[in-house]
T-cell receptor, first 117, second 117 residues
Framework: TQLLEQSPQFLSIQEGENLTVYCNSS?????LQWYRQEPGEGPVLLVT?????EVKKLKRLTFQFGDARKDSSLHITAAQPGDTGLYLC?????????????????FGQGTILTVHP | SAVISQKPSRDICQRGTSLTIQCQVD?????MFWYRQQPGQSLTLIAT?????????ESGFVIDKFPISRPNLTFSTLTVSNMSPEDSSIYLC??????????????FGPGTRLTVL
């Protein structure tokens, strides 16, 4: 079973600051997903990374996948109160035929982000 | 992506009773999952529910306590049986969808918040 270490667990910052959330494992990921969840709602998928060294950007959010596919980071630039929420990384455990990735997810512990106006 | 609904959105139940949670998705999917989540914490997988086969339960979860049905490719139910206050949690269903390329992605329902008195 892959173990995902996510840090920090809590992050409280002022509007306009930058922040980075980390997700690490001793195992190689098939693929990794980042989710954001607000109270009373289910997790919403932000991005999926599958290639070592991959960088994806979603407005002020930058996602990186480590070269060895064992770690990932989420960087938010100029955080806004609307970014407040629970951020979760999750990795797939399965590896199907032809190198496809499927199956149940293992989640990190989550990062509760609070951005103060 | 997929549109996933859950019923009920929340409930308050008495100790010893059972509650069945429904999950409906707007497209046919092979793999559906049920998770449990304490508020502000990460997700724990209860079981994988594939249409046409018995659900596969994770360590610590048993069919007698959490029976699952998967009658077709768009619907599943999770029953929390003989409830105790320790079962108070958020229950989430998710579906796995291949959007292209060599990886699949999971999308979540809004969750069912259960309180057991």
């Amino acid at each position: 079973t892959q173990l995902l270490e996510q840090s920090p667990q809590f992050l409280s910052i002022q509007e306009g600051e930058n922040l980075t959330v980390y997700c690490n494992s001793s195992s190689v990921f098939s693929s990794l997903q980042w989710y954001r969840q607000e109270p009373g709602e289910g997790p919403v998928l932000l991005v999926t990374v599958v290639t070592g060294g991959e960088v994806k950007k979603l407005k002020r959010l930058t996602f990186q996948f480590g070269d060895a596919r064992k770690d990932s980071s989420l960087h938010i630039t100029a955080a806004q109160p609307g970014d407040t929420g629970l951020y979760l990384c999750a990795a797939t455990q399965g590896q199907g035929a032809g190198g496809t990735s499927y199956g149940k997810l293992t989640f990190g512990q989550g990062t509760i982000l609070t951005v103060h106006p | 992506s997929a549109v996933i609904s859950q019923k009920p959105s929340r409930d308050i139940c008495q100790r010893g009773t059972s509650l069945t949670i429904q999950c409906q998705v707007d497209s046919q999917v092979t793999m559906m999952f049920w998770y449990r989540q304490q508020p502000g914490q990460s997700l724990t997988l209860i079981a994988t529910a594939n249409q046409g086969s018995e659900a596969t339960y994770e360590s610590g979860f048993v069919i007698d306590k959490f029976p699952i049905s998967r009658p077709n490719l768009t619907f599943s139910t999770l029953t929390v049986s003989n409830m105790s206050p320790e079962d108070s949690s958020i229950y989430l269903c998710s579906v796995e969808i291949r959007l292209g390329g060599s990886y699949n992605e999971q999308f979540f329902g809004p969750g069912t918040r259960l309180t057991v008195l």
